[in-house]
């Protein structure tokens, strides 16, 4: 009787270790959910349109994140002369980051604001079906700026810009084994589809695939 009943509570003891092994896997694994400009930290839903009243609406601040706007859309507001404006900001030591589902929109009239859809300064990222849209004065509009991309992916996105130096992707620094792919790509005044820049002889693009985009460029428009 006595080995029965310390089987039993064994058992017992057993059955609740998984239980609460199984409660903080859960507990890890949730997405949350946000309704507001902030940072994002974990695996992250947008539950609304969003204003951006800050230089940047969406900090992404840690690695291996899954940022999806669930086809909410985030307008940037242009608010401080003299400063990049973007709608998502992925830092440079967010790595393995997939922002997806996401649609970003900005305009500005003023010559003095450059407006960023998504600016990313980090690698090994995933950028798939955003709908991106920017119109600025300034002299940058730009649906994606990548930099030090390696290994990144941008794919099934649409990206519109119109600007003086209108850039649908813009890639500097370290950008190898880079895939994009299937994207719809339009830009009007100065318009620049795909740009890479290198800025010294070290840094590359080496083993990348830029291939079945669809890109569409417009003069600007006489009078």
Do not use: W
Request: one cysteine or more; glycine letters at 8%.
């Amino acid at each position: 009787m006595a080995k029965k009943q310390k089987r039993f509570y064994i058992n017992y003891f057993l059955i609740g270790i998984v239980f609460a092994f199984f409660m903080i896997f859960l507990f890890l694994n949730k997405k949350e959910v946000i309704s507001a400009c902030g940072e994002v930290a974990r695996d992250t839903v947008l539950k609304n349109n969003l204003l951006g009243s800050n230089v940047t609406c969406i900090r992404i601040v840690a690695p291996n994140v899954v940022f999806d706007c669930n086809g909410n859309e985030i307008f940037i507001n242009p608010i401080e002369e003299g400063r990049i404006h973007s709608g998502i900001f992925i830092n440079s030591s967010s790595h393995n980051v997939v922002v997806k589902n996401c649609k970003v929109s900005g305009f500005n009239a003023k010559s003095n604001y450059d407006i960023y859809g998504i600016d990313s300064e980090s690698s090994n990222n995933l950028f798939l079906n955003n709908t991106i849209n920017i119109t600025t004065n300034g002299l940058n509009s730009r649906g994606m700026y990548i930099n030090d991309g390696n290994e990144s992916r941008v794919f099934d996105n649409k990206i519109f810009t119109i600007g003086k130096r209108a850039y649908g992707i813009r890639f500097e620094g370290f950008n190898n084994r880079v895939n994009v792919s299937g994207n719809y790509i339009e830009g009007e005044v100065a318009p620049n589809g795909v740009f890479v820049t290198v800025l010294e002889p070290s840094q590359h693009f080496a083993n990348s695939s830029i291939v079945n985009n669809h890109i569409v460029c417009k003069s600007a428009k006489e009078e």
